[in-house]
Nanobody, 127 residues
Framework: QVQLVESGGGLVQAGDSLRLSCAAS????????MGWFRQVPGKERGFVAG????????NSGDSVEGRFTISKDDAKNTMDRQMNSLKPSDTAVYYC????????????????????WGQGTQVTVSS
C-alpha cells in the first residue's frame, strides 16, 4: 500500500514553467511504475507522462509535445514533473498514480493500469 500526495500546482501565465511533485509514503517510488494524468471537467482523465519502476523509459504523452519531463527522486521518495512553456490548454487537475505490479521497464499510459492515485493538484494557466 502506498499513499500519494501531489503538490506544486497553482496559477501561472502562459509560457511559464511549473514543477509538480508526487510524494509517496508507505513504500518507495522505486517499487512502482508511476504516471501523471490530467483531467478537465466533463472529460476523461488523460495520460501526460509515465516512468518505469527502474526510473527509466520515461514516456510523455502526445498532449504535452515534449514540453514536460518526468523523473524519480529516490532520496526524497518523490516523482517529479517539470512542465515548461505552459499553455492555457494545460489547465487541468493533475494526478499522480502508481501501479502495484510491473516489470522493471514497464510504462502504462491508461488510467485503468494504475492501482493508487493521489488527490490531484490544480494547475491553471492564464493567457
Amino acid at each position: 500500500q502506498v499513499q500519494l500526495v501531489e503538490s506544486g500546482g497553482g496559477l501561472v501565465q502562459a509560457g511559464d514553467s511549473l514543477r509538480l511533485s508526487c510524494a509517496a509514503s508507505g513504500r518507495t517510488v522505486s517499487t512502482y511504475a508511476m504516471g501523471w494524468f490530467r483531467q478537465v471537467p466533463g472529460k476523461e482523465r488523460g495520460f501526460v507522462a509515465g516512468i518505469s519502476k527502474s526510473g527509466g523509459e520515461p514516456n510523455s504523452g502526445d498532449s504535452v509535445e515534449g514540453r514536460f519531463t518526468i523523473s524519480k527522486d529516490d532520496a526524497k521518495n518523490t516523482m517529479d514533473r517539470q512542465m515548461n512553456s505552459l499553455k492555457p490548454s494545460d489547465t487541468a487537475v493533475y494526478y499522480c498514480a502508481a501501479r502495484k505490479y510491473s516489470t522493471e521497464n514497464y510504462v502504462a499510459a491508461i488510467p485503468n493500469a494504475y492501482d493508487y492515485w493521489g488527490q490531484g493538484t490544480q494547475v491553471t494557466v492564464s493567457s
